[in-house]
């Protein structure tokens, strides 16, 4: 299975950027895809972002599509979601996962991390 670790986590106010990272170990070699989720407090755990882990093609929620990107360092196994003209509403706890091609996030050999908290002050 995988292991995840994100990190890059704080405290910025309304406009500033963030870079989550997220760094993968274990059986690396099985990960399809990477993803990024977050909650909110009292909010259900919503999709952000994902990444194809060898094409590099990016999908994201409507709601962060022009200010968020998402890349991946293959040889490093690392997954990073940068994160700009952050906004008040982006404020969660943001969590990685991975998948294989057979399974959906965090089952079969995927795997989810412990999660990164982002408060966006205004």
């Known amino acids: 299975q995988v292991q995840l670790v994100e990190s890059g986590g704080g405290l910025v106010h309304a406009g500033d950027s963030l870079r989550l990272s997220c760094a993968a170990s274990g059986r690396t070699s099985s990960i399809f895809a990477m993803a990024w989720f977050r909650q909110a407090p009292g909010k259900e755990r919503e999709f952000v972002a994902s990444?194809?882990?060898?094409?590099?093609?990016?999908c994201f929620v409507d709601s962060v599509k022009d200010r968020f990107t998402l890349s991946r360092d293959i040889a490093k196994n690392t997954g990073y979601l940068q994160m700009n003209r952050l906004k008040p509403e982006d404020t969660a706890d943001y969590y990685c996962a991975t998948r294989d091609p057979d399974s959906d996030y965090g089952k079969g050999l995927g795997s989810w991390g412990q999660g990164t908290h982002v408060t966006v002050s205004s």
């Open positions: 990444i194809n882990w060898s094409a590099g093609n990016t």
